[in-house]
């Protein structure tokens, strides 16, 4: 896919932070838009800001994607909409602070639930209106978390980790079968949204580090880098390049690195440095 101009995508997470910012840089590229988030005041802003900015198509959908009928309806109303449809950016998802040992089920349920079945549904329920188009693409938010592991972040490694591993499994499937449909597995590092912000924080933290909810959330908000704009633009030009696998942000791209030069010893590594943040 070269162009987007006269394409028609679908975003989850859409509300704000990257999806935001993808449906920014989207509609500016001339392509039309079906958003969906559950955050229903943040999804009417997005709408506005590219209301603004462009005269694309916009339709906006509250939709939680971690409820396949909800995602099934969606993919449906968005060619009924638009009358095709030819990206989906599953892109919606949370995050929870938490050891393996102390979550909770629910919460770990909860946080599969959004960043992997949402992932799951939306590639699912949009796959057949892709193949239909001729001209498909599925781009799915992994996390440089999904290539590297760290205590209190089981949780949401699983869920990156099986998003990456889906999607390279289905972009492998698209190629032996000679589909019209590609798929790229997206990695960021450090991205300035709300996702520290929002995130669940189990007391089991503290068995890893000494901080509590409030100094461990603006340590990790300290650590974002990479602006949602710019994060956008480099999602944008890898499908345009058609790549398996993109790395979004210095940070991403240093642990990448980090992880291909010690695979296994970068453990000991993190170990060590959380360690020395608990004295």
């Known amino acids: 896919m070269k162009t987007f101009n006269g394409k028609v995508a679908a975003i989850t997470g859409a509300g704000s932070g990257i999806g935001q910012a993808l449906a920014l840089r989207l509609a500016e590229a001339g392509c039309a838009l079906a958003l969906s988030d559950v955050n229903e005041a943040g999804l009417a802003e997005t709408a506005r800001r590219v209301a603004e900015s462009s005269d694309v198509k916009i339709t906006v959908t509250r939709v939680d994607v971690s409820n396949r009928d909800e995602m099934e309806a969606w993919a449906t109303q968005v060619v009924k909409d638009h009358g095709r449809v030819n990206l989906i950016f599953n892109n919606a998802g949370v995050a929870l602070a938490a050891t393996i040992e102390g979550v909770s089920y629910e919460d770990f349920e909860w946080i599969i639930g959004i960043n992997f079945w949402g992932v799951v549904y939306g590639t699912k329920a949009f796959l ?80 890893v580090t000494s901080r509590n909810e409030k100094d461990g959330k603006a340590l990790i908000e300290r650590m974002f880098i990479t602006t949602a704009d710019k994060a956008a633009r480099e999602i944008l030009q890898a499908v345009r390049k058609n790549q398996r696998r993109v790395l979004v942000g210095p940070d991403a791209k240093v642990i990448d690195a980090f992880v291909r030069l010690v695979p296994s010893g970068y453990q000991r590594v993190v170990t060590s440095f959380m360690k020395l943040g608990t004295r």
């Not at 057949?128 to 999904?146: E, K, M, Q, T, W």
Request: charged share 20%; glycine share 8%.
């Open 128 to 207: 057949p209106h892709l193949r239909a188009s001729g001209d498909g693409h599925v781009v799915n938010i992994s996390s440089i978390f999904g290539m590297f592991s760290q205590p209190s972040q089981g949780t949401y490694n699983a869920s990156k980790f099986a998003v990456r591993g889906f999607t390279e499994a289905l972009r492998q499937e698209l190629e032996f079968s000679k589909a019209p449909v590609s798929a790229t597995s997206v990695h960021p590092g450090g991205i300035k949204t709300n996702i520290a912000r929002d995130a669940r924080f189990s007391d089991s933290v503290k068995d």
